[in-house]
Every structure is written in C-alpha cells, then in structure tokens.
C-alpha cells in the first residue's frame, strides 16, 4: 500500500515517521562502530610497544649509574638499524641534542637483547659526524650533502659501517668515528655474508652491580701490538677488572675486522658489571663507547 502525502495526512505522518526512524537506525548503527574504531586506534597508538617498555626498563637500570642518570628524562627515539638485521638503533635526546645511545637485537624466543651503548653527543651512526667527514675529506661540498644516499651495517661494534653513495661512486664510512675504510660492497659482503649481529647474555631482571670509569688516554703512546709484548689475559673478568681498578689502569684494545688494511687501537677506561655476570667494557672512541666483553674477546687482542 502506497501513502501520498497529499491525499492522507496519515500517509505523510506515517512516511515521515519512517524516515526518522532510518535516520536513527543508521546513527545507532554507523556512528558507534565509527567511534569503536576511533578509540581502539588512539588506544593503539597511544599504547607503547614491547620494543618501548622493554627499553625504558634498561633505562631505569642504566640510570643509577653517574654517565646515565640524564637518560632519565631524554627522548627516546628508535629506529631500525639496517637490513637483515633484527636491530634497532635508540638515540636519546636532551634539549634538542644527543645525549647517548643504546643498540637492541631481536631474540627468536621474541625478547630483546642490549647490545652496546654509549654516552656523549656524537652517537654511533652519527649524521653530524658523517657529514663533516664528507666535507673535510672533500667528498662533499657543504651546499649539496642532501644529495647523498645512506644505509646503514652492523655486524658487531667494530664492523658497523655507513654505506654512502654520491653520484655513481660509493664510499664506506666507521659507524662511530666516521673515518673513512678501505672496503666496498664486494670486501664487506665477502667478509661478512650477513649483517648478522653477535647477541651477549639476557640482561632481563639483570641490575648493575659495579662499575668503574677512567680517564681517557692515548692508546698510541705505547705501541706493544708492534714490540711483540704479550697480550693482556683478558679471558677472566675478574682480572679484567682488578686491572681496570689499579693504579696502572691503562688497558688497549687492538683489531684487525678488515684484516691488514685497517687496525684500531683504542683505550679501554672502565668497565659496567651486571648481576648477571655480563661485563661490558667502556671505550673512549668519539664519547664514551660500552661493548660487551664477549664481542671484544674473539675480534682482538687487549695489551697494557
């Protein structure tokens, strides 16, 4: 039965009454499930992620000791490290400026591992430092570094590198230092077939339980990787530490990762002991540069 409106007054209040009551059907229906999706989105949002509490944890740990305390109330910023690598790079930011920053690696068990760490404004893969880098070795006119192309590698503390293309040609840069090395893509991929990082102990409940920071020396003012001096032993702790606390603290750390065509010495100042029996040893190289013993031990040597 069809109602015109103008033959029944009851036919125009009834088709009127109908229309309202699709326009109140379509409000309870449609703009709740709007409103439902909004929500869980902000709740998604505004939720952190494992990465991010997992993160925060190491943070609060950290931030008992002296060097780390600012970390309290930096920025958090994360980003992936490279590819293949199951690894992020986090920088912590202060008042606009870096202040520090830690690496974590992906387990398959689905936790996190830390990886090294480090305090100072010069962050590993810094972009400040690279640039510079580029402009004094002449690579790149200041006007036009934002033509450049980067990647970043990270294998272990010392075999992490930028990738850096200009034009046609491709040059390799230290992820901490920014000093140029004499590799290429074919030598990195030959030398290392997987950007495949090196994982060292769970620090999950683990606290810090001691810890000592040195002053910086010259790691060249001595040369014994050169006059055949025996290495330190370096393969307990313990003696690494005790060394570390004496009056005669001054310890390098010596590597060859691209074989005879680059070697780093570098100063080891201190040291971070964890409950758990992880040791990470503190470096000065471009800030203060905490690596875990064990991905030190079977990549060089340690001498007095």
Not at 255 to 274: C, K, R
């Amino acid at each position: 039965m069809i109602f015109h409106p103008r033959s029944s007054r009851f036919g125009a209040r009834l088709l009127q009454s109908l229309v309202w009551c699709l326009v109140a059907l379509t409000i309870v229906t449609v703009f709740p499930a709007r409103m439902s999706a909004s929500s869980a989105h902000s709740e998604q949002v505004d939720l952190p992620s494992k990465l991010e509490k997992q993160v925060e944890e190491w943070v609060v740990r950290l931030a008992t000791q002296q060097p780390f305390k600012s970390w309290q109330t930096a920025d958090p910023q994360i980003e992936a490290l490279g590819p293949g690598t199951h690894s992020w790079l986090v920088l912590f930011t202060k008042e606009g400026k870096h202040i520090g920053y830690m690496v974590v690696h992906a387990v398959t068990d689905g936790t996190f591992q830390l990886g090294e760490y480090g305090v100072g404004p010069y962050t590993l893969f810094s972009k400040t430092l690279l640039k510079q880098s580029l402009i004094d070795s002449g690579l790149m006119p200041a006007g036009q570094l934002q033509s450049i192309h980067t990647s970043r590698h990270y294998v272990h503390p010392f075999a992490a590198a930028w990738e850096v293309s200009i034009g046609e040609e491709t040059y390799w840069f230290d992820a901490k230092t920014a000093e140029q090395l004499p590799v290429d893509e074919t030598a990195w991929n030959k030398m290392f077939p997987e950007d495949k990082p090196v994982y060292q102990g769970p620090l999950s409940g683990s606290r810090i339980i001691s810890g000592k920071l040195n002053e910086p020396f010259d790691a060249y003012e001595r040369l014994p990787w050169l006059t055949e001096e025996a290495p330190f032993p370096a393969k307990e702790a313990s003696t690494l530490q005790r060394r570390l606390n004496g009056k005669q603290h001054h310890l390098r750390y010596v590597t060859e990762p691209f074989g005879d065509a680059m070697l780093y010495a570098v100063p080891v100042i201190g040291y971070q002991s964890w409950s758990n029996g992880r040791l990470d040893l503190a470096i000065d190289m471009a800030g203060t540069r905490y690596i875990p013993v064990g991905s030190l031990l079977d990549k060089g040597l340690f001498y007095r």
